[in-house]
């Protein structure tokens, strides 16, 4: 197996007399879909951002392989070092879309900021690459120049999931990024995302308190509760046989329903 492209240990913060993550290990490889799951209050959500350099630990380290092969402590980088990872080997979709895309800039001009952000300058290029990218999370074309406040909020999630792969990171981190979205909209995003995640071989660490998505979407699932894993394995694995009381819980709610 190749090595790690992030990779955390030791992990804890509490939040006054709550632990939101206590002696949190984790790690992902390049290509792979790594599903956090968990009721609210468990840590997810602060551990995707611990992860993602979002905030601070308290205690543990995270550690990323650049393209390079050069191993860094990601919470040792400089904002403007963080800033530069964010926009081009990283990627952040947010559950509220309205947090990932600029609401007063068009929709082409949201994707070609991100490419203009690693470089790109030209204007007929950066507009066919956003035209190319609006196509390909099923938005037309013809909207290019509409207002993203002007779009539902499934296609502004798309729109912010075109914005974040433009560049073609190597890891993407997504926190719920179906949540909110009517049954029938999340079905369509999670095969848009199951093809995109596919084809451009990302490595993803996605928080989903869905088990439905981690299944059709994850390699690997961590279970959390109170802070901390109580298990991980192989997706099919942990879901068609949980070993951890919790677990069986989370499942039979599942079946249940």
């Known amino acids: 197996m190749s090595a790690p492209l992030l990779q955390a240990s030791g992990l804890s913060l509490r939040f006054g007399a709550i632990a939101a993550l206590d002696d949190v290990a984790l790690e992902i490889h390049p290509g792979e879909v790594v599903a956090i799951v968990g009721e609210s209050g468990s840590g997810k959500t602060t551990l995707l951002r611990v992860l993602s350099g979002l905030m601070r630990p308290e205690a543990g380290t995270v550690r990323y392989r650049d393209p390079a092969g050069a191993v860094h402590s990601v919470h040792d980088m400089g904002e403007a070092a963080m800033r530069r990872l964010h926009r081009s080997d990283w990627g952040f979709v947010h559950q509220n879309p309205r947090d990932g895309l600029r609401m007063r800039v068009s929709a082409g001009g949201n994707i070609g900021e ?60 997504m926190d719920e990024p179906t949540g909110g979205l009517d049954v029938s909209v999340q079905a369509k995003l999670l095969d848009m995302i199951r093809g995109l995640v596919a084809d451009l071989g990302l490595a993803v ?53």
């Open 114 to 173: 991100r490419l203009m952000a690693v470089g790109a300058r030209h204007y007929g290029g950066i507009r066919a690459e956003a035209t190319a990218w609006l196509q390909r999370v099923e938005i037309d074309p013809e909207r290019i120049d509409g207002m993203p406040d002007k779009f539902s909020g499934g296609m502004q999630q798309r729109l912010q999931i075109a914005r974040t792969l433009v560049t073609h990171p190597r890891l993407v981190f």
């Open 205 to 257: 660490l996605i928080v989903t308190h869905d088990i439905a998505a981690a299944r059709l979407l994850a390699h690997r699932l961590l279970v959390m509760r109170h802070g901390r894993v109580v298990e991980q394995g192989l997706t099919d694995r942990v879901l068609d046989d949980p070993q951890h009381e919790y677990t069986q819980l989370l499942v039979a709610s599942v079946l249940a329903a």
